[in-house]
């Protein structure tokens, strides 16, 4: 219903109600506009109407959508099931081209500007959530741990000669086969016990590159978000151990942008040091399905996100970015806002809750969780031995359990959880 | 994306992409545009994309989806389930006003739209099935037979002093229910049977206008489609009849525009005689969910269709001239003549395939059908006496069983009808 | 995925994985077991997917649903757009039979059960909402007018000698035509005026009755809910009045549902006099699109509840009754009891805010509404003259505007209606 | 509806009428149960809303959808918009677990199923294809070209001294990228010319390979499906040198699956000869959204393809399997074969419409193309360096213009291409 569309409405409906409802289609071009023209989040979500609109204008925009067609290419987007083709919108030629995943697609113009529009609008995210001086952002159509391998092969390619990543160890899998599978040599770091808190063990890790020698080593790959009792690396003295050492640094950030205090420590670190990139998931941030991950670097020192675009082969999925897009665009900057700050106040409250739990049942507090880790267990890991393997630590010195207050879990989740785990301990205790 | 949208664009995609993208955008509006200023159904049928495109448009442009819209009336259209919102892609005002079902709604331009749309559509459609000289047309949220009612209510108050229908008997219980609804009384007048078939009994209903007088008649109503072995009723010598005596005459059509001899019956009727309104159901005839009629009338006189439309009081649901909407555009008029002849030409194959199993079974040809019609049934119906209830004739000569080649029914069908039939029959025998 | 097919799923997938999968569908399924069995509103209403699961379930058992079946009928459900099928969730035979609307359709159990369910629960939902002794109910997939009327030629059909319906002036046009489309004579009666406040005037109805004697009058019609300074009628006294002079009594109860006043004053009547039928309208009462109405009575007479099932010619759509059974089924009861409760929060905080605002503008207290009613408007309605038209009265002392505090208003439509208010009335003074 | 609430519906509606709509349900269950026991392609498609209702209740089955469930871990696949959840049908954990990509995910029991489900029936598919003796698929959510750089990490990690890439040159740059982002040492080996057609240069390969010893080589990858004047590679002959050698083989065989005699080759291969994988894409084989790849091993040696599945750190996206999935179990065994068939038609109908196109301009026939290839062009890709860029050949001896008749190709878009390619052409001799 454009200007001509909508005279010609005139000659069947009254031109005054016609002229409310024109101005109401150009209230929501509007919010298209200001998000075109300012490009960063709305500042208040857009509904789901809008989004909609926007995303199926950028459609209509793709070449296999255009009416009367002709197409005989090998790869003209051709969808077979109508099923198929309405969850994405019509959308389907991926994004990125051979040379480049993040560079516009000529036969999909609308895909190429939705996928622009995402690392625009998550970069922009990042910044609200405490990441400050970003400079560089992709959103990768892969987990995070697909996307660490895909960061490392990059980075690896600059350091042909290197093959060791130092990594302090930390008890999660993906990880430590995200560096195996770039098919580099993982040298675990073990921790330090503080206390409750396992931290970075600085002296070795200097000693590990001493050992090693720097110009074998392609990387330090530290973690911020993990389980207690597991503490986030010391990011700001790796980060200056990194620049003195000239190794790069990646940081493991899988689910630190929903935590204020990981945002300010990744912030710290690239301001003080080296930090080649930060990897953090799509899922557990943004809450959308599980199948893409954000790779950011800080304004100092943007090459490695432009190399891993370079190294991704060939087009790629776009829905892990669609799905970010679409949730960000209904969040609004606002939203986002709120649901930081919700997560926020409910890792307070489960904290205020477990304490009260502690406190009926007349135990040492736990550290929070839902993972049960008993010590001892021995586990192999991508072609690595473990001891005490979940506590991240070969002989931490008690049980305990952990849990996550994430993104999106509510106080009815913390309240039913410390209730059921009030009735384990009981029964236990019998 | 209008213009300046697209302007914006080209900074994030390249204009060269972003230009063949807008084209393409313009494409479907165009489609829209020629919708608007051509008010006939478009030449070839919609894509569903280029359907929703309108609708949603056309949605955005009643007040209830205003963004930031303040309502405080009793009536805003709020829609409560978001299911609900989506099924009815948001349109909630419904049609009409009080004062007419027809008028536009000042709250909402955008339905108000589309309800004009329809109706000039399926006047449209109703010219191309062969139905010509048509002069006004309203599709109405109301099944045929609710419609019919309305429509002898909205003709009885033209004519206050009347009070009997005659009706030339059909074994039909919705038709001879919405005279007796209507709060008249209804004399039904028995067919004569010419062969195998039965017609309408011109001297009776000659002699039973003289008998009441016309005064005290509000009309005939007669019927076109019908199941065998009952003939549509001799439209123009009744419509003659009627103009003659200054008598009403409502043509019960229900699902004969997809017969192209009806439609041409009922050309025949309008141009020589009296026609006040002809009804037919919108989900027989355009193969949509029950729920709608269209009462439609010749160039000569248009008066009773305006008059139904101002007798409808208050509001009205909106979904039964949506689906038709809907499926007028995805048909287009080429895919409207299509499955017009393709009912013709199985009509035509059903009669070969009944024939040829008759001769396999040795027996006098079947009048077609599903509806096995033994003799003497005797059944009551709105206060109405009826013998030989079924066969629409007190004593039909012999048992028959009868079926509709009907819009929609594939030769697959008959196919399968045929041989089922064909086993009944061989196990009847032994 | 039933019993055989989860345990076929265990050779696929961990067993025990399997079976919590099960669990989760069974508590679904035990849903709608609760439901089927309960025969009233779920207490906490459900989420969109089990709502989808039943309703898709049910579209399942009809027969335009079943694979591989062969239709020769007139009306078979084809539909021919699947962008029309999907909205309807494939139901598409509508709901009744040509004997009863109300009735079961034997080619549709599900669109039947459903419907039965709709019925079932709005019954429910009216007793929630404090029509007590509710005893029959059918929902109408006709907006409120259209029901009216139809309800009148139900009970005219009763009352054949009888031509008049009494009527207390309400300037809302819809009513009047509901009654002139029945072909009735409506006898308007004027309103007195007591305070600010227009009231039935009792003693006019008796005399109007005595005038044209009981044997000539169908029924009174009063309404319940409207637009100050019109109050609600007389309920209980007509309906005493009704039942000593016997003759019948309908309640336009457009958009009483959702006051609790207007239920208790309801059951009042019901309880204590004559009340034929009480009818209200589905969109404003439970936020659905426009299109259905609720004809109710209480358990002492249900004859004209079934009356109007069965008067009601032919199948009718089902759209209007899904569209309250899945608001039904997502509230549930605790949703319903809230929507109420809010409304009745929000007319008292609407009450206070306008309060505040008249205080303010140094102006006798304005009487609710948008409505703007300047005194002496002449106005022709269906063949009847108005003085003083809107305001339901012909020589009101002042003008005024007025406005409802409907369900689904918020504070914030409020609070801008205030602020857009006082800007008119600060400029209006200038 | 269970059998429980079958029984509870017969208290609302006849049994009879219920009883007809379980056995429809049934007869739905009855093609999961099929699907489920068989473990192949249905025989034929299935109606989308049955797609839906095997889909939606393994969704049922994740914990996320869990009704009442309570989250406390990091990662619940909460998913934030309502919109986002529907196009994921509520899926929303991914696939795989940490330790392998296509182990069973314990919190999705459903999904789960529906990626093993979808492994098989793409393992079926391809058998249907042509690719005999297929013993293990994974179908990845990568593109080609990533799915590449995985297959070659998994197999360079199980030759760690190996670093060479044997690479028959074909100028299409992802392929390249794909072995250089695995940080592989690509060697171009130029083809040979024979006729218009460029084959493999066997006694090149040969060479190369005493050049570089077997244990520096890591494999070679070959190319099936290429743009003429690229013919497939011997792949028979390369296989057999492969197994000699005891060097890897991966055969790049992006759009091949929808050639009979390229798949009737890769069967030959690696009956004779050492094929570890082959690697196809999802989009252009089965007309899904871009995005997802298959990777299949024959019986005789199935290790890589398990290798790939643990390489694949963490979880990933489950859309390019759902894509897949819906696809074949719409298109079922004969839909498949149809579209097959078609494309093989196309290629014949294609071909002598270009023959007839260039005997109309007296001109040697072209070799088929969209792609207008002048001699000459120099480019680098990946640090590698080439002549006469887009023929894959130094001097190929002519211009040339190529184009493809792939899958979902219709007679329509052959015409109208060779239309305006016949227009071209005669506007440049001009």
Redesign the interface.
Known sequence: ??Q??TT??S????ST??Q???D??C???R???TL??QRCLPKDGW???????FI???A????N????S???????????????AK??F??????GR??DVAA?Q?K???S??LA??TNILVQDALKGAGMLDVGAVTVL??????A???TL??L??KR?QARYVLWPRID????L??I????LEAVPVPCILEGDELQTNMPLLRSEIERLTPASIVCIVTTT?C?APRGADSLVEVAKLCREADIGHIVNNA?GVQSAALCALVTSAWRKGRVDAVVQST??N???????AVVAASKQDTSLVAAVNK??????????LL?VL??LL??GESGWRT?LQQREALFRYANTQLEALAERIDERRAVSG?RVIARGKEQSVAGHHFTGYGAHYDAYPCDYLT???????TE???D??IR?LGLCIKEFKK
Not at 47 to 53: I, M, N, P, R, S
């Open positions: 219903m454009d001509q569309n010609l409405a000659s069947f409906v009254s109600y016609i409310q409802g024109a109401a289609l209230t929501r071009r919010l298209i506009k075109l023209s509904d789901e109407d809008t989004v909609e609109l199926k204008d950028a209509y925009m793709d070449s959508n255009f009416l009367n002709v197409g005989v290419g090998e790869r003209e987007a051709r969808v077979a099931s109508r099923m198929v969850r994405h019509g959308l389907a030629h991926g994004i051979s040379g516009e000529p999909a113009a609308g190429s500007l622009k529009m159509p892969l987990a995070t741990g697909m660490l391998t895909l092969l990059a690896k390619a042909p999660q899998k993906t990880c086969k995200a195996v599978s770039a098919n978000s389980f689910y899922d557990k943004f809450m959308v399905p599980v199948g893409g190294a991704y082969p060939g087009r790629a999925s776009m829905t892990p799905d679409i949730t209904q969040w649901v839902t849990f996550a207050a994430a993104l999106g879990t009815r989740d913390v039913e959880f059921r």
